[in-house]
Nanobody
Framework: QVQLVESGGGLVQPGDSLRLSCTTS????????MGWYRQAPGKQRELVAG???????NYADDVKGRFTISRDNAKNTVYLQMDSLKPEDTAVYYC?????????????WGQGTQVTVSS
């Protein structure tokens, strides 16, 4: 069982930056993709940013140009650099790993880290 641990959340003001980290117990180099999702109160969990094993990235439209996802395979860690934060970015942020186990594609999730953007 792969474990994912997020860190770096907190309370910040609009316009501030935060960097989230996700460290895994398994090799992220062998994963299909890593991603950051978020879930605000009363809303569904949504994809924020993803990065494949070949480092191709994709972003939700409302974070393009403000958020950057990156990975460090040697440290088994994925990062989400969040700049120019807005109140609507407030949510619990979850790290996700997609990894094949045999022919089955498994999803692994972290416990989440709270990001609150408020003046």
């Amino acid at each position: 069982q792969v474990q994912l641990v997020e860190s770096g959340g907190g309370l910040v003001q609009p316009g501030d930056s935060l960097r989230l980290s996700c460290t895994t117990s398994g090799s992220i180099g062998s994963s299909l993709a890593m991603g950051w999702y978020r879930q605000a109160p009363g809303k569904q969990r949504e994809l924020v940013a993803g990065i494949t094993s070949s480092s191709n990235t994709n972003y939700a439209d409302d974070v393009k140009g403000r958020f950057t996802i990156s990975r460090d395979n040697a440290k088994n860690t994925v990062y989400l650099q969040m700049d120019s934060l807005k109140p609507e970015d407030t949510a619990v942020y979850y790290c996700n790993m997609k990894k094949f186990v045999g022919v089955r594609l498994n999803d692994y999730w972290g416990q989440g880290t709270q990001v609150t953007v408020s003046s």
